[in-house]
């Protein structure tokens, strides 16, 4: 069987550590920027590949970068890939067919693929994670699908490219991507492939300790101080149903609780809990610039009118709100402060927070941040800004009330825990 040494798989996993220094990482935007850079990766690879994905397409794009996974397993390199069941439902029998006769193990996520389905516990709990780790040398992670930039499910081709974000990321922060996708996949893949998906578990004994130890030190969230960590200093923060259940959602609320000058959001599902309106409305009232960029063209009506019920609260309060309108908005990116940033897969709203299995890389770099500032400085300028919305009719407050209801029985169905 094609492995690495026992070395890598024998270390705890490194997304326990918080920050990690030592790292070179590339912002890419698009997958015009981000396929090329897997594909040069891929084709490149000795030993292992490993890719998890929400939405694997059946386009040319997508179909290309499956041939070079299938490329890569006929020369030996172990290929594994998990895609979520109902992100890429539509796409599943064209893959399978595509991946059928190869070495490539080729899992599903929660399938969806029997009309009972739809009535298991945990079914609205879907794998919403971007990640991609080759040879346990180069990760990549963000909000980018593996679909062609100007191709969406619901609206065929597109004018424009979708705008949206990832990282490549090279150093020690690998390990814990590493850690991540092979835990998904296997857990998708168990059942099938028992010997195999136990070789992330061995020995089980003392996972199994180390896993009781890690529930009885209470959820993980990120160290409220940071060592000294030569550059690039950052985290990778994830999102699960069991230690890490609200780290992405405080690393958020921490860094904009301590924001002393600037705060950037771009995120196309906008619908904060408590905690971070309170962070949000706190930063503006200190004196801090801001500023929110949402969806101005919807791709889902009912996530536009979520966000829209806080526009009145977020402007009285001196945010700046402003809908990117050139073509659908995809990216979840931030910077407060020129100095921290995160790019990822998580939005901000009660279904990336609380129920789906999300993954963001957190950086600590002021060449990173100013390169992200930049980017969103031109997705403001291409934008819309919200005027003043008064928001004090029956119809605001009637509109507020069924958000706020609908956020609570959708929390509820997903069996999603404590107050949001």
Same mark, same amino acid.
């Given at each position: 069987?094609?492995?690495?040494?026992?070395?890598?798989?024998?270390?705890?996993?490194?997304?326990?550590?918080? =920050?990690?220094?030592?790292?070179?990482?590339?912002?890419?935007?698009?997958?015009?920027?981000?396929?090329?850079?897997?594909? $040069?990766?891929?084709?490149?690879?000795?030993?292992?590949?490993?890719? #998890?994905?929400? +939405?694997?397409?059946?386009?040319?794009?997508?179909?290309?970068?499956?041939?070079?996974?299938?490329?890569?397993? &006929?020369?030996?390199?172990?290929?594994?890939?998990?895609?979520?069941?109902?992100?890429?439902?539509?796409?599943?029998?064209?893959?399978?067919?595509?991946?059928?006769?190869?070495?490539?193990?080729?899992?599903?996520?929660?399938?969806?693929?029997?009309?009972?389905?739809? =009535? &298991?516990?945990?079914?609205?709990?879907?794998? *919403?994670?971007?990640?991609?780790? !080759?040879?346990?040398?180069?990760?990549?992670?963000?909000? +980018?699908?593996?679909?062609?930039?100007?191709?969406?499910?619901?609206?065929? !081709?597109?004018? &424009?490219?979708?705008?949206?974000?990832?990282?490549?990321?090279?150093?020690?922060?690998?390990?814990?991507?590493?850690?991540?996708?092979? #835990?998904?996949?296997?857990?998708?893949?168990?059942?099938?492939?028992?010997?195999?998906?136990?070789?992330?578990?061995?020995?089980?004994?003392?996972?199994?300790?180390?896993?009781?130890? &890690? +529930?009885?030190?209470?959820?993980?969230?990120?160290?409220?101080?940071?060592? %000294?960590?030569?550059?690039?200093?950052?985290?990778?923060?994830?999102?699960?149903?069991?230690?890490?259940?609200?780290?992405?959602? *405080?690393?958020?609320?921490?860094?904009?609780?301590?924001?002393?000058?600037?705060?950037?959001?771009?995120?196309?599902?906008?619908?904060?809990?408590?905690?971070?309106?309170?962070?949000?409305?706190? /930063?503006?009232?200190?004196?801090?610039?801001?500023?929110?960029?949402?969806?101005?063209?919807?791709?889902?009506?009912?996530?536009?009118?979520?966000? $829209?019920?806080?526009?009145?609260?977020?402007?009285? *309060?001196?945010?700046?709100?402003?809908?990117?309108?050139?073509?659908?908005? %995809?990216?979840?990116?931030?910077?407060?402060?020129? %100095?921290?940033?995160? !790019?990822?897969?998580?939005?901000?709203?009660?279904?990336?927070?609380?129920?789906?299995?999300?993954?963001?890389?957190?950086?600590?770099?002021?060449?990173? /941040?100013?390169?992200? #500032?930049?980017? +969103?400085?031109?997705?403001?300028?291409?934008?819309?800004?919200?005027?003043?919305?008064?928001?004090?009719?029956?119809?605001?407050?009637? *509109?507020?009330?069924?958000?706020?209801?609908? /956020?609570?029985?959708?929390?509820?169905?997903?069996?999603?825990?404590?107050?949001?």
């Amino acid at each position: 069987m094609r492995r690495l040494g026992s070395r890598r798989r024998s270390r705890h996993s490194a997304a326990d550590a918080g =920050f990690v220094g030592g790292n070179h990482i590339d912002l890419l935007r698009g997958g015009g920027q981000l396929f090329p850079r897997m594909h $040069e990766a891929i084709a490149l690879a000795r030993h292992e590949v490993w890719l #998890a994905t929400y +939405i694997f397409h059946s386009d040319e794009t997508s179909l290309a970068l499956a041939d070079a996974l299938i490329a890569a397993d &006929q020369r030996g390199v172990r290929v594994r890939v998990v895609v979520d069941g109902f992100g890429s439902g539509a796409s599943l029998a064209a893959l399978r067919q595509r991946f059928e006769g190869t070495g490539v193990a080729f899992a599903v996520f929660r399938p969806m693929d029997r009309w009972w389905r739809w =009535f &298991q516990r945990g079914q609205l709990r879907r794998l *919403h994670q971007k990640l991609c780790v !080759v040879d346990g040398e180069v990760a990549f992670v963000g909000g +980018i699908n593996v679909i062609d930039d100007l191709c969406d499910l619901r609206h065929g !081709v597109c004018e &424009q490219p979708r705008l949206d974000y990832a990282v490549a990321v090279r150093g020690g922060l690998v390990d814990a991507v590493s850690q991540c996708v092979r #835990a998904i996949w296997s857990r998708a893949w168990l059942g099938r492939d028992l010997n195999d998906a136990l070789l992330d578990y061995v020995p089980l004994r003392r996972r199994f300790s180390l896993w009781l130890t &890690q +529930i009885w030190r209470g959820p993980q969230r990120l160290p409220a101080s940071v060592p %000294h960590l030569p550059p690039v200093c950052a985290a990778f923060v994830m999102r699960d149903n069991v230690r890490r259940r609200r780290t992405i959602e *405080h690393a958020y609320a921490d860094a904009i609780r301590a924001a002393r000058q600037s705060v950037d959001i771009i995120c196309p599902y906008f619908y904060p809990g408590q905690r971070l309106r309170a962070a949000l409305r706190g /930063a503006a009232r200190r004196g801090v610039r801001v500023r929110l960029l949402l969806q101005g063209k919807l791709d889902y009506r009912i996530a536009g009118w979520a966000a $829209e019920a806080l526009y009145a609260d977020l402007l009285r *309060h001196g945010i700046e709100v402003y809908e990117y309108t050139p073509a659908f908005l %995809h990216a979840k990116v931030a910077v407060v402060d020129d %100095h921290w940033a995160t !790019v990822g897969s998580s939005n901000i709203d009660p279904l990336s927070l609380l129920v789906n299995l999300e993954a963001n890389v957190v950086v600590l770099d002021r060449p990173f /941040a100013t390169r992200l #500032a930049g980017e +969103i400085d031109m997705a403001i300028a291409a934008s819309e800004r919200v005027g003043d919305r008064r928001g004090t009719g029956w119809r605001a407050l009637l *509109h507020r009330a069924v958000v706020v209801w609908f /956020a609570y029985v959708f929390l509820r169905v997903a069996g999603a825990a404590g107050r949001y």
